[in-house]
C-alpha cells in the first residue's frame, strides 16, 4: 500500500519557521518529481513547490518564492519543505505529492500528481 505521510505543521507566529516532512512508504519515489500544495478555507488547492526526481531542478510559486526550500532525499524517501518567514497567508492545509511518471501535466500542476498524503495543517498567527 502506497502511503505518503506528512508531518511538522502546526501553530506559528508570523515571521517564525516551520519545517513540514513527507515520508513515503510502499514503493519508491526516487524516479518521481515531488510536490508540496496547500489548500486554505474556501480555496482552491495550489501549487506551493516541487521538485524534479534528482533534485535537479525545483520550483517555487511566486508566493513562496525566497522563503520556502523544498529538499528530498531518495535513500529515505522523504521530502521536506522548509518555511521561513511565515505570514498569515500562509496558513492552510499543506500536502505532499508524488508524480504520475509521463503524464505530460506541468509541473506546477496538481493533475500531475497521482499520490497524496493527508496534509498537515499549518497556521500562522498574526
Known amino acids: 500500500q502506497v502511503q505518503l505521510v506528512e508531518s511538522g505543521g502546526g501553530l506559528v507566529q508570523a515571521g517564525g519557521s516551520l519545517r513540514l516532512s513527507c515520508a513515503a512508504s510502499?514503493?519508491?519515489?526516487?524516479?518521481?518529481?515531488m510536490g508540496w500544495f496547500r489548500q486554505a478555507p474556501g480555496k482552491e488547492r495550489e501549487f506551493v513547490a516541487a521538485?524534479?526526481?534528482?533534485?535537479?531542478?525545483?520550483y517555487y510559486a511566486d508566493s513562496v518564492k525566497g522563503r520556502f526550500t523544498i529538499s528530498r532525499d531518495n535513500a529515505k524517501n522523504t521530502v521536506d519543505l522548509q518555511m521561513n518567514s511565515l505570514k498569515p497567508e500562509d496558513t492552510a492545509v499543506y500536502y505532499c505529492?508524488?508524480?504520475?511518471?509521463?503524464?505530460?501535466?506541468?509541473?506546477?500542476?496538481?493533475?500531475?500528481?497521482?499520490?497524496w498524503g493527508q496534509g498537515t495543517q499549518v497556521t500562522v498567527s498574526s
Open positions: 505529492a508524488a508524480e504520475a511518471i509521463g503524464r505530460p501535466v506541468p509541473i506546477n500542476n496538481n493533475r500531475r500528481y497521482e499520490y
Open positions: 510502499g514503493r519508491t519515489f526516487s524516479r518521481s518529481a
Open positions: 521538485i524534479t526526481w534528482n533534485s535537479g531542478a525545483v
